[in-house]
């Protein structure tokens, strides 16, 4: 199993910027992909970026093309989102993913998840 805990959430005022982090943990080596996915309440948990642990490719959903970046410090095992000119619509719980083949921005292809940080965007 792979075990993942995000950090970095909190409060910020419109157009600032907060950076959040996953550390994993055991099974690492059976990822392929992370990926960061974010959730209000009563909607679909929404894909936002991804990147590969071997060639560090990614890939971002229009919403955030931009404005956030996606990035892993393999030596750490720990993959990081830098969110700048943040909007109240970003504002959601920020879940971060591990794949282990593919990771693209379907949900139903990562295997293991973390418990989520709040991020909230005030007007």
């Known amino acids: 199993q792979v075990q993942l805990v995000e950090s970095g959430g909190g409060l910020v005022q419109a157009g600032g910027s907060l950076r959040l982090s996953c550390a994993a943990s055991?099974?690492?080596?059976?990822?392929?992909?992370m990926g960061w996915f974010r959730q209000v309440p009563g909607k679909e948990r929404e894909f936002v970026a991804r990147?590969?642990?071997?060639?560090?490719?990614?890939y971002y959903a229009d919403s955030v093309k931009g404005r956030f970046t996606i990035s892993r410090d393999n030596a750490k095992n720990t993959v990081f989102l830098q969110m700048n000119s943040l909007k109240p619509e970003d504002t959601a719980v920020y879940y971060c993913?591990?794949?282990?083949?593919?990771?693209?921005?379907?949900?139903?292809?990562?295997?293991?998840w973390g418990q989520g940080t709040q991020v909230t965007v005030s007007s």
């Open positions: 990147i590969t642990w071997t060639t560090g490719s990614t």
């Open positions: 993913a591990s794949a282990s083949l593919y990771g693209s921005s379907r949900t139903h292809e990562y295997d293991y």
């Open positions: 055991g099974r690492t080596f059976s990822s392929y992909a």
